[in-house]
């Protein structure tokens, strides 16, 4: 069946290093990729997204490109700052984007940054 | 707009007692989504709705869990008899029309004793 891999965590980064998370996935037909970002406390909320391959999604300076030959879709962001500190969960979507589509997410992956 | 709203925030109670946790969705959106998050587990989706209607509940646990949603602005999840192994963040998420618009509420963090 579908199913997203994360990297384990936790990632410790400095402020202003530079960032990768590492998704892959494993899915039938051609699923749309999503990266979402849980604050402290907070439920998810969506950071970006990529319907097709080769598409880059980008938000608040991360990005993601949809790589269908390897199945991945790594975030990456260039140089990180505290408030990133976060748990950052990669997952698809099972049929494409269509209404009501239940989403798969990946384990998550938590991010801490230190000034 | 208000968000997805979820209540109670937070929940203790005994084994073997009933629990119900609530949800109200977005108005104007057709899905709701239950998902239940442990660290051992991570983010499990329970069950979905679309139109009031269920769509899939394969990933409710077993019997003790079950879910409702009687109209568009309310849902509730119910667990009975809870377990100390139900202990967790359980979340509700409501979208229209394409499924990465998944608005997600606050969450309920509960806690069986």
């Known amino acids: 069946g579908n199913s997203v891999t994360q990297m384990e965590g936790p990632v410790t980064l400095s402020e202003e290093a530079f960032l990768t998370i590492n998704c892959t996935y494993t899915?039938?037909?051609?699923?749309?990729l999503f990266w979402y970002v849980q604050y402290p406390g907070e439920g998810l909320q969506l950071l970006l997204k990529?319907?097709?391959?080769?598409d880059k999604g980008s938000n608040k300076g991360f990005e993601a490109t949809y790589r269908k030959e390897t199945t991945s879709f790594h975030l990456e962001k260039g140089s990180v700052q505290v408030s990133d500190s976060a748990v950052y969960f990669c997952?698809?979507?099972?049929?494409?984007?269509?209404?009501?589509?239940?989403?798969?997410f990946g384990k998550g992956t938590t991010l801490s940054v230190s000034s | 707009d208000a968000g997805v709203i979820q209540s109670p925030r937070h929940e203790v109670t005994e084994m073997g007692q009933e629990v119900t946790l609530r949800c109200k969705p977005i108005?104007?959106?057709?899905?709701l989504f239950w998902y239940r998050q442990t660290m051992m587990r991570g983010l499990e989706l329970l069950i979905y709705f679309n139109n009031n209607v269920p769509i899939d509940d394969s990933g409710m646990p077993e019997d003790r869990f079950s879910a409702k949603m009687p109209n568009a602005s309310f849902s509730t999840l119910k667990i009975q008899p809870s377990e100390p192994r139900d202990s967790a963040v359980y979340f509700c998420?409501?979208?229209?029309?394409?499924?990465?618009?998944?608005?997600f509420g606050p969450g309920t963090r509960l806690t069986v004793l």
């Open positions: 899915a039938t037909g051609y699923p749309s």
């Open positions: 990529a319907t097709k391959a080769d």
């Open positions: 998420a409501s979208s229209r029309g394409t499924a990465e618009k998944q608005f």
């Open positions: 997952a698809l979507s099972e049929n494409g984007s269509q209404a009501g589509t239940a989403l798969i």
């Open positions: 108005s104007g959106h057709n899905s």
